[in-house]
């Protein structure tokens, strides 16, 4: 079943002039793939109605990268802030959906179960804006969450245009939001550009909201990993190992052992059997498909491979686009045969 009052749209126009590279930002790959495909799967699970991919920089190359997946795409060809590409998808956005979730897509630690916790947490409440956020110890950079006496949320305001009081605030805008449909594009129609970067901010839908009255609630992550966008080759190398820790831990909970999990690469696309053994370094992508109680050595680094049970692959062997009959074992520094 789909959710039928569900549209998502991830924002996906932008460069990404930190990571300092020719390539669009969400293209750049984190744990064997593309990050704006992380987000797309991390969306799938709540089933929307549509999902609307809002592309600018490099819109084929982004384009090809999710031709598998089933999404509707709006072109932001001038960069105007990050209401104005939300804006661009009013008319694509479906008749009969309520809710539009947002989210960009430069965040690959994003969990479907969160995500998912948000938009139920929306309807329950029956808001017409909920935000998430989280706290950090430094939150530079990061629009702060303003807040009543009571608790409320006031609004948003961005680091370029914080007071020194402001910046002490350690309640961040993780950038995910569900919002009615209708108020969003009313919203976003009356949002200016009166601000440091001369953009329209999608943030400013939430003073919008409040002082129309409307219920404004906040769901919030003690996980700050998971929301933060990756805006530098610092940050994509953190969300690769991030990803990669995930990844580990859930082989190790399947029966799978681990020395120095941290240095074992398994691509998602890998499957393993129980009671086999990685050494450290080793590497597995592709479609490989390894058995149960085999010995993977120290460096061995497989592609696209066939292995069967209560095999043994000795140490730095490498191995592409090959079948290992069970019970097989195999001396270091193996190659294809």
Do not use: W
């Not at 629009?143 to 006031?154: D, E, N, V």
């Not at 950038?175 to 009313?186: A, H, N, P, Q, T």
């Not at 990669?244 to 999990?261: A, E, F, K, T, Y």
């Amino acid at each position: 079943m789909s959710s039928p009052q569900l549209s998502v749209i991830i924002l996906a126009a932008g460069k990404g002039t930190r990571m300092k590279s020719d390539k669009a930002k969400v293209l750049h790959e984190v744990f064997f793939t593309p990050m704006i495909r992380h987000v797309v799967n991390a969306v799938l699970p709540l089933n929307p109605k549509q999902i609307v991919t809002i592309v600018g920089h490099q819109q084929d190359a982004v384009q090809q990268v999710l031709q598998d997946f089933d999404l509707d795409f709006a072109v932001q060809d001038q960069q105007l802030g990050t209401g104005h590409a939300v804006l661009i998808a009013e008319n694509i956005i479906r008749r009969d959906i309520d809710t539009v979730m947002i989210l960009c897509g430069d965040t690959p630690l994003i969990k479907a179960e969160t995500l998912g916790r948000m938009y139920r947490e929306h309807r329950a409440g029956k808001a017409a804006l909920t935000l998430m956020t989280t706290h950090l110890d430094d939150p530079t950079n990061y629009g702060r969450i303003l807040t009543t006496l009571a608790g409320k949320i006031a609004g948003i305001v961005e680091q370029k245009d914080a007071t020194a009081e402001q910046l002490r605030i350690n309640e961040i805008n993780a950038g995910i939001y569900c919002v009615d449909k209708e108020f969003l594009f009313s919203a976003l129609k009356r949002v200016g550009t009166d601000n440091s970067q001369n953009e329209v901010y999608l943030t400013d839908i939430v003073k919008l909201a409040v002082e129309r009255g409307l219920s404004v609630e906040k769901v919030s992550t003690d996980n700050p990993l998971e929301v933060l966008g990756v805006n530098s080759r610092v940050e994509l190398a953190e969300a690769h190992k991030a990803l990669l820790q995930r990844r580990n831990i859930d082989l190790m909970m399947q029966g799978v052992s681990m020395h120095q999990p941290e240095s074992i690469s398994v691509s998602p696309e890998v499957h393993i059997g129980r009671d086999t053994l990685l050494e450290p370094c080793v590497r597995i992508t592709g479609s490989s498909r390894i058995g149960e109680s085999c010995l993977i050595g120290q460096g061995a680094i497989l592609e696209n491979c066939r292995i069967g049970d209560h095999v043994v692959i000795g140490p730095y062997s490498l191995l592409s686009d090959t079948t290992v009959d069970a019970a097989s074992v195999l001396a270091a520094f193996s190659r294809n045969p």
